[in-house]
């Protein structure tokens, strides 16, 4: 149960407290935020809205902690992140239960997500170790006009403070991601978690608590990010944040000052579907993809355009696979569960409508029953519909059929986003040229868009995204290379 055992001096009453100096708080504020349950939309917790000042006080405090992280050997700094991996780990029940409430995630899913967490803070760990305990050595006899009188030693110093604001949809997931590399590579952390998701994450952030970690070193500062989220990005002691999440990232950019920016954005995932594919695979691919969590993946398949003379028989393949998921509450394991708000339930049903109104197939009823909308495959979708071009998050499909590969990567190419996409066919030749014709950061060649495995690169572009994440790619993002050149009176040739 959450705020139960070990995790008891997490929460007061029924509020769940912030964590900062290493200890559990009540905001002075008096004000909590609750967080409605997406399947019974009823109070399911509540949590502190903190305020401006003790926002000040938590960057402060991270100031003075990471100074002191940035001299903990590196390998002792590896120590404590495998030991809250192992913790982490060890909790996954009461961390899944909390997914399962707040974000409506099902039951296995949501355990899966926390052992991953675990597996990802270790491989941050080893990565670090190997990745920061090398530097590069250059001599200056390889530039045009110089001798052999310089040594320069570089290596990877930290940037200082990071802000880490992950989304609703993989809040303990995607919080690790960031905390796990800008730990190793000697910064120290404040999360903002999402308001859906922030139970989840304080129990998470227990775990490093438990682990042993500096105080001051980790905090998590709780509240809506509409209220707080300006004050904390825009904050002159941060020195890097690492986003994840839709539009509101494109604001941060043009706000926040000249420090490293790592932005994870909103998706229209393409998977364009070729005469030769495996219409059995893809149709498989296009259920995993399309609809696991209910659409709500970044990396979700959001649209499928395929060769019209192979559409009619994958429309009927998806069409007998969306008739066999289940659909009803996260506890029973259900395919399909209530999206995260009715919000954004009443935007994807925007979509439908629109769509409806100009003349889309339904190849099923549409069915909503407050924030529980049944999965929804929409043939012969035109470029004139917003369901075409807009992200749904959430259980519903556009078909495209398209007459040229042109024109899928045309279609592809006309999306402001350009995080994944995906190409269906037996002929390696045609999939790499459609691989590098796509203006995404990553296709997956026969299989549909993912973020995993952990360790990959893992990039947007366009509005998708600045910078490139995977736990090799954010070490490297969370640390500044510094130089000493020793400079030598004579020139100096190795055995010379
Ligand atoms: P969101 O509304 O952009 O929220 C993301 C985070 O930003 C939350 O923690 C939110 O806090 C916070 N926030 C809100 N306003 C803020 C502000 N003014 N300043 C700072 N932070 C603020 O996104 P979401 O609905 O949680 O997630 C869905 C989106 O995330 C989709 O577009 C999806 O594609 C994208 N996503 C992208 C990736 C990727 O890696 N590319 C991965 C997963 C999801 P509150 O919850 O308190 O508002």
Same mark, same amino acid.
Request: neutral net charge; aromatic residues 6%.
């Given at each position: 149960?959450?705020?139960?055992?070990?995790?008891?001096?997490?929460?007061?009453?029924? &509020?769940?407290?912030?964590?900062?100096?290493?200890?559990?708080?009540?905001?002075?504020?008096?004000?909590?935020?609750?967080?409605?349950?997406?399947?019974?939309?009823?109070?399911?917790?509540?949590?502190?809205?903190?305020?401006?000042?003790?926002?000040?006080?938590?960057?402060?405090?991270?100031?003075?902690?990471?100074?002191?992280? *940035?001299?903990?050997?590196?390998?002792?700094?590896?120590?404590?992140?495998?030991?809250?991996?192992?913790?982490?780990?060890?909790?996954?029940?009461?961390?899944?239960?909390?997914?399962?409430?707040?974000?409506?995630?099902?039951?296995?899913?949501?355990?899966?997500?926390?052992?991953?967490?675990?597996?990802?803070?270790?491989?941050?760990?080893? +990565?670090? &170790?190997?990745?920061?305990?090398?530097?590069?050595?250059?001599?200056?006899?390889?530039?045009?006009?110089?001798?052999?009188?310089?040594?320069?030693?570089?290596?990877?110093?930290?940037?200082?403070?990071?802000?880490?604001?992950?989304?609703?949809?993989?809040?303990?997931?995607?919080?690790?991601?960031?905390?796990?590399?800008?730990?190793?590579?000697?910064?120290?952390?404040?999360?903002?978690?999402?308001?859906?998701?922030?139970?989840?994450? =304080?129990?998470?952030?227990?775990?490093?608590?438990? *682990?042993?970690?500096?105080?001051?070193?980790?905090?998590?500062?709780?509240?809506?990010?509409? +209220?707080?989220?300006?004050?904390?990005?825009?904050?002159?002691?941060?020195?890097?944040?690492?986003?994840?999440?839709?539009?509101?990232?494109?604001?941060?950019?043009?706000?926040?000052?000249?420090?490293?920016?790592?932005?994870?954005?909103?998706?229209?995932?393409?998977?364009?579907? =070729?005469?030769? *594919?495996?219409?059995?695979?893809?149709?498989?691919?296009?259920?995993?993809?399309?609809?696991?969590?209910?659409?709500?993946?970044?990396?979700? &398949?959001?649209?499928?355009?395929?060769?019209?003379?192979?559409?009619?028989?994958?429309?009927?393949?998806?069409?007998?696979?969306?008739?066999?998921?289940?659909?009803?509450?996260?506890?029973?394991?259900?395919?399909?569960?209530?999206? &995260?708000?009715?919000?954004?339930?009443?935007?994807?049903?925007?979509?439908?409508?629109?769509?409806?109104?100009?003349?889309?197939?339904?190849?099923?009823?549409?069915?909503?029953?407050?924030?529980?909308?049944?999965? =929804?495959?929409?043939?012969?979708?035109?470029?004139?519909?917003?369901?075409?071009?807009? +992200?749904?998050?959430?259980?519903?499909?556009?078909?495209?059929?398209?007459?040229?590969?042109? +024109?899928?990567?045309?279609?592809?190419?006309?999306?402001?986003?350009?995080?994944?996409?995906?190409?269906?066919?037996?002929?390696?030749?045609?999939?790499?040229?459609?691989?590098?014709?796509?203006?995404?950061?990553?296709?997956?060649?026969?299989?549909?868009?993912?973020?995993?495995?952990?360790?990959?690169?893992?990039?947007? =572009?366009?509005?998708?995204?600045?910078?490139?994440?995977?736990?090799?790619?954010?070490?490297?993002?969370?640390?500044?290379?510094?130089?000493?050149?020793?400079?030598?009176?004579?020139?100096?040739?190795?055995?010379?």
């Amino acid at each position: 149960m959450a705020g139960n055992g070990v995790f008891g001096e997490i929460i007061d009453g029924d &509020v769940f407290k912030y964590y900062a100096d290493g200890e559990w708080k009540k905001s002075s504020s008096g004000k909590s935020v609750s967080i409605i349950n997406p399947t019974t939309r009823k109070v399911q917790y509540k949590v502190q809205a903190c305020t401006q000042e003790e926002v000040n006080k938590v960057m402060e405090i991270a100031k003075v902690a990471q100074k002191a992280w *940035a001299k903990t050997p590196l390998w002792k700094r590896a120590e404590l992140l495998h030991k809250a991996a192992a913790i982490l780990k060890e909790h996954k029940a009461p961390i899944g239960e909390c997914l399962v409430k707040e974000i409506a995630k099902p039951a296995k899913d949501s355990v899966t997500e926390v052992v991953r967490s675990g597996d990802l803070v270790s491989y941050c760990a080893e +990565e670090g &170790v190997r990745l920061l305990g090398q530097g590069t050595f250059l001599v200056s006899d390889s530039f045009p006009g110089n001798e052999r009188t310089k040594y320069c030693l570089s290596s990877k110093i930290p940037l200082g403070v990071v802000l880490a604001i992950p989304p609703f949809n993989y809040p303990v997931n995607l919080a690790v991601s960031k905390i796990g590399p800008a730990l190793i590579a000697g910064n120290s952390l404040v999360l903002k978690p999402p308001t859906q998701g922030a139970v989840a994450c =304080l129990h998470m952030v227990h775990c490093f608590h438990l *682990a042993g970690f500096p105080k001051g070193l980790i905090s998590c500062i709780t509240g809506k990010g509409s +209220e707080i989220g300006d004050f904390l990005t825009m904050h002159p002691g941060v020195n890097c944040i690492s986003f994840t999440g839709g539009d509101t990232g494109i604001a941060i950019s043009k706000k926040a000052g000249m420090i490293p920016l790592q932005m994870e954005l909103g998706g229209k995932d393409a998977c364009i579907v =070729l005469e030769d *594919a495996d219409l059995d695979l893809v149709a498989s691919n296009i259920i995993k993809g399309g609809f696991s969590y209910s659409g709500q993946r970044c990396t979700a &398949v959001k649209v499928v355009l395929v060769m019209e003379s192979v559409a009619d028989t994958l429309v009927e393949k998806v069409k007998t696979k969306v008739a066999k998921l289940t659909v009803g509450p996260p506890e029973d394991n259900c395919d399909i569960t209530p999206v &995260v708000s009715e919000s954004s339930a009443n935007f994807i049903e925007g979509l439908v409508n629109d769509a409806k109104q100009k003349g889309a197939t339904f190849c099923q009823e549409y069915k909503r029953d407050g924030n529980l909308i049944w999965p =929804l495959l929409l043939d012969n979708v035109r470029p004139d519909m917003r369901i075409a071009w807009e +992200e749904p998050f959430g259980p519903v499909l556009p078909v495209i059929r398209i007459g040229s590969i042109e +024109e899928g990567i045309h279609h592809c190419n006309a999306s402001n986003f350009g995080l994944q996409g995906c190409v269906f066919t037996k002929d390696i030749n045609k999939a790499m040229l459609i691989s590098d014709a796509m203006e995404t950061g990553t296709v997956q060649i026969n299989s549909a868009p993912a973020r995993g495995p952990d360790h990959f690169p893992f990039q947007g =572009l366009k509005d998708s995204g600045i910078g490139s994440q995977g736990i090799t790619n954010s070490i490297n993002m969370m640390t500044k290379v510094k130089s000493t050149v020793i400079n030598l009176p004579t020139p100096s040739y190795t055995m010379g």
